[in-house]
């Protein structure tokens, strides 16, 4: 049998690494959704889609993660596109 103590350690430290991991992958998705809002901004268009949110939101939920639910999903997408989208209108 384990020790109990050393197994929290060693989940922690991997969940440290898939946070850092996650970090990357939303200042990536950032920096692309910021090309984006400029790309939207050239063709006229307002920061915000209304129908492209619901196709992701919908892909979001339908994919799922494991023992998040749909709910959560579309919970954690709703907030980071809302950050998504002050970033753009910052620019």
């Keep these: ?3 109990p103590a050393a ?3 060693e989940i922690r430290a991997a969940i440290d690494t898939i946070d850092d991991q996650l970090l990357t992958l939303l200042a990536a998705r950032t920096e692309l959704a910021l090309e984006a809002g400029a790309a939207k901004a050239a063709l006229g268009r307002a920061v915000q889609d209304p129908e492209r949110e619901a196709a992701l939101l919908a892909r979001v939920a339908a994919r799922g993660a494991g023992a ?3 709910e959560d ?3 954690l997408w709703t907030l980071l596109m809302a950050a998504t989208r002050r970033a753009e ?3």
Aim: charged share 25%; net charge neutral.
């Design 7 to 9: 197994r929290l350690l």
């Design 89 to 91: 209108s910052q620019r």
């Design 68 to 70: 998040l639910t749909p």
């Design 73 to 75: 999903l579309v919970e």
């Design 1 to 3: 049998m384990s020790d």
